[in-house]
Protein backbone atom coordinates (compact mmCIF):
# COMPACT_ATOMS: atom_id res chain seq x y z
CA UNK A 1 0.00 0.00 0.00
CA UNK A 2 3.26 2.44 0.01
CA UNK A 3 3.41 3.21 3.37
CA UNK A 4 5.65 2.92 5.83
CA UNK A 5 5.52 -0.59 7.79
CA UNK A 6 7.11 -2.01 11.20
CA UNK A 7 7.76 -5.30 11.97
CA UNK A 8 5.33 -6.30 14.70
CA UNK A 9 6.00 -9.77 15.06
CA UNK A 10 7.58 -12.90 14.09
CA UNK A 11 5.91 -15.55 14.77
CA UNK A 12 8.48 -17.95 12.85
CA UNK A 13 7.50 -20.97 11.22
CA UNK A 14 3.37 -21.67 10.59
CA UNK A 15 1.58 -24.95 9.34
CA UNK A 16 -0.35 -24.05 6.59
CA UNK A 17 -3.54 -24.74 8.93
CA UNK A 18 -5.71 -26.78 6.38
CA UNK A 19 -3.01 -29.42 5.61
CA UNK A 20 -4.73 -32.56 7.65
CA UNK A 21 -2.38 -35.28 7.18
CA UNK A 22 -3.34 -38.98 6.80
CA UNK A 23 -0.12 -39.78 8.74
CA UNK A 24 1.92 -38.57 11.36
CA UNK A 25 4.60 -38.67 8.95
CA UNK A 26 3.77 -36.74 6.53
CA UNK A 27 4.96 -33.14 6.48
CA UNK A 28 2.90 -29.63 6.47
CA UNK A 29 4.08 -27.01 4.72
CA UNK A 30 5.25 -24.28 6.47
CA UNK A 31 6.07 -20.70 6.39
CA UNK A 32 7.68 -17.70 8.16
CA UNK A 33 4.26 -16.06 9.30
CA UNK A 34 5.14 -11.70 10.50
CA UNK A 35 3.12 -9.36 10.92
CA UNK A 36 3.55 -5.57 10.33
CA UNK A 37 1.90 -2.64 11.36
CA UNK A 38 1.40 0.82 9.10
CA UNK A 39 3.08 3.36 10.60
CA UNK A 40 0.74 5.74 8.72
CA UNK A 41 -2.71 4.06 9.34
CA UNK A 42 -2.45 1.65 12.00
CA UNK A 43 -3.63 -1.60 9.91
CA UNK A 44 -1.78 -4.80 10.73
CA UNK A 45 -1.47 -6.75 7.69
CA UNK A 46 1.01 -10.05 7.15
CA UNK A 47 4.49 -9.09 5.83
CA UNK A 48 4.93 -11.46 3.22
CA UNK A 49 1.51 -13.90 2.59
CA UNK A 50 1.88 -17.67 2.47
CA UNK A 51 2.07 -19.04 -1.40
CA UNK A 52 -1.49 -19.67 -2.76
CA UNK A 53 -1.01 -22.60 -4.14
CA UNK A 54 0.08 -23.95 -0.76
CA UNK A 55 -3.06 -22.69 0.72
CA UNK A 56 -5.68 -23.56 -1.68
CA UNK A 57 -7.79 -26.37 -0.17
CA UNK A 58 -6.54 -29.61 -0.65
CA UNK A 59 -9.86 -31.83 0.00
CA UNK A 60 -13.10 -30.83 -1.38
CA UNK A 61 -14.77 -30.71 1.94
CA UNK A 62 -13.44 -28.14 3.84
CA UNK A 63 -15.75 -25.36 3.78
CA UNK A 64 -16.05 -22.05 5.02
CA UNK A 65 -19.02 -20.50 6.82
CA UNK A 66 -19.81 -16.56 6.66
CA UNK A 67 -22.30 -15.14 9.44
CA UNK A 68 -25.17 -14.30 7.87
CA UNK A 69 -27.49 -13.61 10.54
CA UNK A 70 -28.08 -9.93 9.30
CA UNK A 71 -28.58 -10.61 6.05
CA UNK A 72 -31.85 -9.79 5.98
CA UNK A 73 -31.54 -6.42 7.09
CA UNK A 74 -28.64 -5.96 4.88
CA UNK A 75 -30.71 -6.71 2.30
CA UNK A 76 -33.45 -4.43 3.21
CA UNK A 77 -30.68 -1.43 3.51
CA UNK A 78 -29.47 -2.31 -0.03
CA UNK A 79 -32.62 -2.49 -1.66
CA UNK A 80 -33.71 0.99 -0.11
CA UNK A 81 -30.58 2.72 -1.34
CA UNK A 82 -30.95 6.36 -3.24
CA UNK A 83 -31.71 5.19 -7.39
CA UNK A 84 -31.85 1.40 -6.66
CA UNK A 85 -35.18 0.15 -8.29
CA UNK A 86 -36.88 -3.05 -9.60
CA UNK A 87 -35.00 -2.01 -12.80
CA UNK A 88 -31.38 -1.97 -11.22
CA UNK A 89 -28.65 -4.89 -11.80
CA UNK A 90 -27.00 -6.50 -8.59
CA UNK A 91 -22.80 -8.11 -9.06
CA UNK A 92 -21.66 -10.45 -6.94
CA UNK A 93 -18.20 -11.43 -6.45
CA UNK A 94 -18.54 -15.06 -4.72
CA UNK A 95 -20.08 -17.89 -3.42
CA UNK A 96 -20.08 -15.89 -0.40
CA UNK A 97 -22.55 -13.77 -1.85
CA UNK A 98 -25.21 -16.43 -3.24
CA UNK A 99 -27.33 -16.00 0.36
CA UNK A 100 -27.43 -12.07 -0.66
CA UNK A 101 -28.53 -11.94 -3.91
CA UNK A 102 -30.89 -14.78 -3.35
CA UNK A 103 -32.58 -12.68 -1.04
CA UNK A 104 -33.00 -9.79 -2.86
CA UNK A 105 -34.51 -11.71 -6.23
CA UNK A 106 -36.75 -13.10 -4.05
CA UNK A 107 -38.00 -9.25 -3.20
CA UNK A 108 -38.59 -8.81 -6.81
CA UNK A 109 -34.83 -7.52 -7.70
CA UNK A 110 -34.23 -10.23 -11.10
CA UNK A 111 -31.27 -8.54 -12.47
CA UNK A 112 -28.47 -10.11 -11.36
CA UNK A 113 -25.17 -11.92 -11.62
CA UNK A 114 -21.94 -13.16 -9.91
CA UNK A 115 -18.67 -13.63 -11.46
CA UNK A 116 -18.41 -17.81 -12.36
CA UNK A 117 -14.77 -19.07 -11.50
CA UNK A 118 -14.86 -21.42 -13.87
CA UNK A 119 -16.25 -19.51 -17.20
CA UNK A 120 -15.00 -16.08 -15.81
CA UNK A 121 -11.88 -16.62 -14.35
CA UNK A 122 -10.62 -20.09 -15.82
CA UNK A 123 -10.34 -21.69 -12.59
CA UNK A 124 -11.10 -25.57 -13.08
CA UNK A 125 -10.20 -27.03 -9.96
CA UNK A 126 -13.58 -26.96 -7.51
CA UNK A 127 -11.47 -26.94 -4.18
CA UNK A 128 -10.43 -23.51 -5.33
CA UNK A 129 -11.67 -20.99 -3.07
CA UNK A 130 -11.49 -16.70 -2.59
CA UNK A 131 -7.59 -17.18 -2.31
CA UNK A 132 -7.49 -18.16 -5.50
CA UNK A 133 -10.60 -16.14 -7.14
CA UNK A 134 -8.30 -12.93 -6.59
CA UNK A 135 -5.05 -14.31 -8.01
CA UNK A 136 -7.24 -14.86 -10.97
CA UNK A 137 -8.86 -11.39 -11.71
CA UNK A 138 -7.47 -9.57 -14.04
CA UNK A 139 -7.57 -6.69 -15.87
CA UNK A 140 -9.21 -8.40 -19.09
CA UNK A 141 -10.97 -10.98 -17.39
CA UNK A 142 -12.66 -8.12 -15.51
CA UNK A 143 -13.40 -6.48 -19.28
CA UNK A 144 -15.02 -9.69 -19.90
CA UNK A 145 -17.10 -9.85 -17.27
CA UNK A 146 -18.54 -6.70 -17.91
CA UNK A 147 -19.35 -7.58 -21.24
CA UNK A 148 -21.12 -10.59 -20.43
CA UNK A 149 -23.12 -9.13 -17.83
CA UNK A 150 -22.57 -5.29 -17.67
CA UNK A 151 -22.28 -3.02 -15.09
CA UNK A 152 -23.63 -3.21 -11.54
CA UNK A 153 -25.97 -0.74 -9.72
CA UNK A 154 -25.08 -2.27 -6.94
CA UNK A 155 -21.68 -5.00 -6.30
CA UNK A 156 -21.73 -7.32 -3.38
CA UNK A 157 -18.59 -8.40 -1.98
CA UNK A 158 -18.52 -10.68 1.29
CA UNK A 159 -15.46 -11.89 3.16
CA UNK A 160 -13.00 -11.38 0.61
CA UNK A 161 -11.00 -8.16 1.00
CA UNK A 162 -8.95 -9.39 3.77
CA UNK A 163 -7.54 -12.22 1.81
CA UNK A 164 -6.30 -9.91 -0.71
CA UNK A 165 -2.59 -10.12 -1.55
CA UNK A 166 -2.35 -6.91 -4.29
CA UNK A 167 -5.54 -4.89 -2.48
CA UNK A 168 -4.98 -1.84 -4.55
CA UNK A 169 -5.25 -3.42 -8.07
CA UNK A 170 -8.07 -5.50 -6.28
CA UNK A 171 -9.84 -2.45 -5.35
CA UNK A 172 -9.27 -0.92 -8.47
CA UNK A 173 -10.88 -3.63 -10.69
CA UNK A 174 -13.60 -4.38 -8.00
CA UNK A 175 -14.25 -0.45 -8.82
CA UNK A 176 -14.84 -1.44 -12.90
CA UNK A 177 -17.86 -3.88 -12.20
CA UNK A 178 -20.21 -0.83 -10.75
CA UNK A 179 -21.50 2.37 -12.87
CA UNK A 180 -20.30 5.77 -12.28
CA UNK A 181 -23.06 6.24 -10.01
CA UNK A 182 -23.16 2.61 -8.32
CA UNK A 183 -22.82 1.11 -4.76
CA UNK A 184 -20.15 -1.83 -3.42
CA UNK A 185 -21.11 -3.49 -0.53
CA UNK A 186 -18.23 -4.18 1.39
CA UNK A 187 -17.91 -6.69 4.40
CA UNK A 188 -15.38 -7.83 6.27
CA UNK A 189 -14.28 -9.39 9.70
CA UNK A 190 -14.18 -6.51 12.24
CA UNK A 191 -10.82 -7.33 14.18
CA UNK A 192 -10.94 -4.70 16.79
CA UNK A 193 -12.29 -7.05 19.92
CA UNK A 194 -9.50 -9.46 19.19
CA UNK A 195 -7.00 -7.30 18.64
CA UNK A 196 -7.25 -5.64 22.25
CA UNK A 197 -8.19 -8.53 23.55
CA UNK A 198 -4.67 -10.40 22.56
CA UNK A 199 -6.56 -13.30 20.69
CA UNK A 200 -3.85 -15.30 18.58
CA UNK A 201 -6.38 -17.55 17.01
CA UNK A 202 -7.48 -14.28 14.78
CA UNK A 203 -4.01 -14.46 13.00
CA UNK A 204 -4.68 -17.06 10.10
CA UNK A 205 -2.00 -17.04 7.17
CA UNK A 206 -5.41 -17.11 4.69
CA UNK A 207 -6.25 -13.35 6.42
CA UNK A 208 -3.80 -11.02 4.83
CA UNK A 209 -5.21 -7.87 6.39
CA UNK A 210 -6.81 -6.95 9.85
CA UNK A 211 -9.19 -4.04 9.69
CA UNK A 212 -10.42 -2.07 12.36
CA UNK A 213 -13.42 0.07 12.30
CA UNK A 214 -11.29 3.41 11.98
CA UNK A 215 -8.98 1.71 9.55
CA UNK A 216 -11.33 0.14 6.88
CA UNK A 217 -13.32 3.34 6.85
CA UNK A 218 -9.82 4.93 6.19
CA UNK A 219 -8.69 2.85 3.72
CA UNK A 220 -11.78 3.22 1.98
CA UNK A 221 -11.71 6.77 1.91
CA UNK A 222 -7.83 6.58 1.12
CA UNK A 223 -8.74 4.23 -2.06
CA UNK A 224 -11.48 6.68 -3.95
CA UNK A 225 -14.74 6.09 -1.61
CA UNK A 226 -17.28 8.37 -0.55
CA UNK A 227 -19.10 5.88 2.82
CA UNK A 228 -22.79 5.93 2.20
CA UNK A 229 -23.55 2.87 5.00
CA UNK A 230 -21.03 2.08 7.31
CA UNK A 231 -22.24 -0.39 10.41
CA UNK A 232 -20.66 -3.05 12.14
CA UNK A 233 -22.64 -6.19 13.34
CA UNK A 234 -21.89 -8.04 16.62
CA UNK A 235 -21.02 -11.77 16.70
CA UNK A 236 -19.73 -14.33 19.64
CA UNK A 237 -16.43 -14.70 17.63
CA UNK A 238 -15.68 -11.79 15.35
CA UNK A 239 -17.74 -8.48 14.29
CA UNK A 240 -18.52 -7.96 10.69
CA UNK A 241 -17.94 -4.27 9.52
CA UNK A 242 -20.53 -3.09 6.67
CA UNK A 243 -19.36 -0.52 4.05
CA UNK A 244 -21.52 0.51 0.93
CA UNK A 245 -19.60 2.64 -0.52
CA UNK A 246 -19.80 4.72 -3.77
CA UNK A 247 -16.47 6.16 -6.04
CA UNK A 248 -15.59 9.30 -5.26
CA UNK A 249 -12.13 11.46 -6.18
CA UNK A 250 -12.57 13.67 -3.32
CA UNK A 251 -10.22 12.18 -0.39
CA UNK A 252 -11.46 12.73 3.09
CA UNK A 253 -8.16 12.51 5.40
CA UNK A 254 -9.14 11.09 8.32
CA UNK A 255 -5.67 10.31 9.69
CA UNK A 256 -5.68 12.15 12.98
CA UNK A 257 -2.69 11.22 14.77
CA UNK A 258 -3.86 10.33 17.79
CA UNK A 259 -6.81 7.86 16.20
CA UNK A 260 -3.45 6.53 14.21
CA UNK A 261 -1.55 6.35 17.45
CA UNK A 262 -4.26 4.33 18.87
CA UNK A 263 -4.26 1.45 16.62
CA UNK A 264 -0.57 1.55 16.33
CA UNK A 265 -0.79 1.57 20.15
CA UNK A 266 -3.45 -1.22 19.85
CA UNK A 267 -1.26 -3.56 17.54
CA UNK A 268 1.76 -3.21 19.93
CA UNK A 269 -0.64 -4.30 23.08
CA UNK A 270 -1.72 -7.05 20.98
CA UNK A 271 1.67 -8.72 20.95
CA UNK A 272 2.28 -8.20 24.52
CA UNK A 273 -0.54 -10.06 25.34
CA UNK A 274 -0.06 -13.32 22.90
CA UNK A 275 3.89 -13.18 24.48
CA UNK A 276 2.29 -13.35 28.13
CA UNK A 277 0.31 -15.81 27.14
CA UNK A 278 2.55 -18.04 25.48
CA UNK A 279 4.01 -19.01 29.20
CA UNK A 280 1.02 -18.29 31.27
CA UNK A 281 -1.39 -20.65 29.48
CA UNK A 282 1.67 -23.49 28.63
CA UNK A 283 2.37 -23.58 32.53
CA UNK A 284 -1.45 -23.44 33.38
CA UNK A 285 -1.75 -26.21 31.02
CA UNK A 286 1.21 -28.26 32.68
CA UNK A 287 -0.57 -27.84 35.88
CA UNK A 288 -3.83 -29.02 34.69
CA UNK A 289 -2.66 -32.03 33.01
CA UNK A 290 -0.31 -33.31 35.58
CA UNK A 291 -3.38 -33.13 37.97
CA UNK A 292 -5.84 -34.08 35.27
CA UNK A 293 -4.29 -36.40 32.80
CA UNK A 294 -5.13 -36.11 28.94
CA UNK A 295 -6.40 -33.36 27.58
CA UNK A 296 -8.02 -32.33 24.04
CA UNK A 297 -8.74 -29.54 21.73
CA UNK A 298 -12.19 -29.90 20.52
CA UNK A 299 -12.40 -28.37 16.79
CA UNK A 300 -10.09 -29.07 14.20
CA UNK A 301 -9.94 -25.90 12.57
CA UNK A 302 -7.46 -22.72 11.62
CA UNK A 303 -8.93 -21.37 15.21
CA UNK A 304 -7.27 -24.46 17.06
CA UNK A 305 -4.09 -24.82 14.79
CA UNK A 306 -3.64 -20.73 15.42
CA UNK A 307 -4.33 -21.44 19.49
CA UNK A 308 -1.51 -25.00 19.28
CA UNK A 309 0.58 -23.41 17.42
CA UNK A 310 1.40 -19.71 17.87
CA UNK A 311 1.42 -20.41 21.64
CA UNK A 312 3.81 -23.31 21.63
CA UNK A 313 1.12 -25.77 22.68
CA UNK A 314 1.38 -28.97 20.14
CA UNK A 315 2.84 -31.16 23.09
CA UNK A 316 0.27 -30.50 25.41
CA UNK A 317 -2.51 -32.31 23.96
CA UNK A 318 -3.46 -35.54 22.99
CA UNK A 319 -6.53 -35.46 20.49
CA UNK A 320 -8.22 -33.08 18.90
CA UNK A 321 -12.18 -33.65 19.03
CA UNK A 322 -13.96 -32.89 15.74
CA UNK A 323 -17.55 -34.54 14.44
CA UNK A 324 -16.56 -34.15 10.94
CA UNK A 325 -16.51 -37.64 9.12
CA UNK A 326 -14.03 -36.62 6.82
CA UNK A 327 -11.13 -34.97 9.33
CA UNK A 328 -11.96 -38.45 11.52
CA UNK A 329 -8.44 -40.47 11.82
CA UNK A 330 -6.37 -37.87 10.11
CA UNK A 331 -3.85 -35.84 12.24
CA UNK A 332 -3.64 -31.81 12.91
CA UNK A 333 -1.43 -29.34 10.64
CA UNK A 334 0.28 -29.06 13.86
CA UNK A 335 1.71 -31.49 16.97
CA UNK A 336 0.70 -34.57 15.02
CA UNK A 337 -2.05 -34.58 17.31
CA UNK A 338 -4.95 -37.22 16.02
CA UNK A 339 -8.30 -36.21 15.51
CA UNK A 340 -11.26 -38.29 16.97
CA UNK A 341 -14.91 -38.58 17.68
CA UNK A 342 -16.04 -37.30 20.38
CA UNK A 343 -17.96 -40.22 21.05
CA UNK A 344 -14.19 -41.48 22.16
CA UNK A 345 -13.89 -38.35 25.26
CA UNK A 346 -14.83 -40.47 27.41
CA UNK A 347 -13.26 -44.28 26.60
CA UNK A 348 -9.98 -41.84 26.11
CA UNK A 349 -9.54 -40.76 29.85
CA UNK A 350 -10.06 -37.30 28.47
CA UNK A 351 -10.83 -34.75 31.74
CA UNK A 352 -10.21 -31.74 29.74
CA UNK A 353 -11.34 -30.39 26.89
CA UNK A 354 -10.64 -26.69 25.20
CA UNK A 355 -13.34 -25.42 23.26
CA UNK A 356 -11.88 -24.15 19.78
CA UNK A 357 -14.43 -23.68 17.87
CA UNK A 358 -16.73 -20.85 16.86
CA UNK A 359 -17.78 -19.24 20.67
CA UNK A 360 -21.68 -19.24 18.83
CA UNK A 361 -21.60 -23.00 19.15
CA UNK A 362 -19.88 -23.43 22.49
CA UNK A 363 -23.34 -23.77 24.48
CA UNK A 364 -24.68 -26.64 21.29
CA UNK A 365 -21.30 -28.57 21.95
CA UNK A 366 -21.82 -28.80 26.07
CA UNK A 367 -25.20 -29.30 25.58
CA UNK A 368 -24.65 -32.84 23.30
CA UNK A 369 -21.67 -34.23 25.48
CA UNK A 370 -23.29 -33.77 29.00
CA UNK A 371 -22.14 -37.82 29.51
CA UNK A 372 -18.44 -36.33 29.37
CA UNK A 373 -19.63 -33.68 31.96
CA UNK A 374 -20.96 -36.61 33.85
CA UNK A 375 -17.74 -38.36 34.06
CA UNK A 376 -16.16 -35.28 35.23
CA UNK A 377 -15.09 -33.75 32.13
CA UNK A 378 -14.20 -29.88 31.97
CA UNK A 379 -14.95 -28.05 28.69
CA UNK A 380 -12.79 -24.79 28.97
CA UNK A 381 -12.85 -21.66 25.82
CA UNK A 382 -9.44 -20.94 24.53
CA UNK A 383 -11.02 -17.25 23.37
CA UNK A 384 -10.73 -14.66 26.03
CA UNK A 385 -13.98 -13.07 27.19
CA UNK A 386 -15.68 -16.38 26.58
CA UNK A 387 -17.39 -18.27 29.17
CA UNK A 388 -15.13 -21.09 30.80
CA UNK A 389 -12.16 -18.90 29.56
CA UNK A 390 -8.75 -21.03 30.24
CA UNK A 391 -6.87 -18.30 31.94
CA UNK A 392 -10.16 -17.87 34.31
CA UNK A 393 -10.04 -21.47 35.63
CA UNK A 394 -8.90 -21.97 38.90
CA UNK A 395 -7.36 -25.21 39.38
Known amino acids: MHSKKE?????????????????????????????DV???????????????????????????????????????TIINLPGINRDSVFGAYSFKDDSTINRIINKGFGKAWRIDPKSDLNLEDTFLS??????????????NIIKKNGKADVFIIRHVLEHS????????????????????VWEIPDCERALDAGDC????????????????KNFLHKYGFSVEYYS??????????????????????????????????RAKKFVNIINYRRENIYKKLMRISSKYGDMAVFGGGHLAVAFISILELGELFDYVIDDNTNKKGMYMPIGEIPIIDSKLMISKG???????????????????????????GVFLSIFPDTDNYIEDYEI
Not at 12 to 33: A, C, E, I, T
Not at 39 to 65: A, K
Not at 166 to 178: A, G, H, P, W, Y
Open 201 to 216: TIVWEEHTYYFTKFTF
Open 130 to 143: VESYQDALTGSKTN
Open 165 to 184: YDIVSFVNFIKLFIKDSGYI
Open 350 to 376: IKICLLALNPQNHSLVIDNNHNFINSG
Open 232 to 265: TISYPLENSIIAIVKKSNNYKKLLENNLVQNEIN
Open 38 to 76: CMDTGLVCISNPFPISEIRPQYGWITCFEPEDHLDDLTD
Open 7 to 35: LLVDFGKQPVSNRFLYSKNDKVPSFNLQL
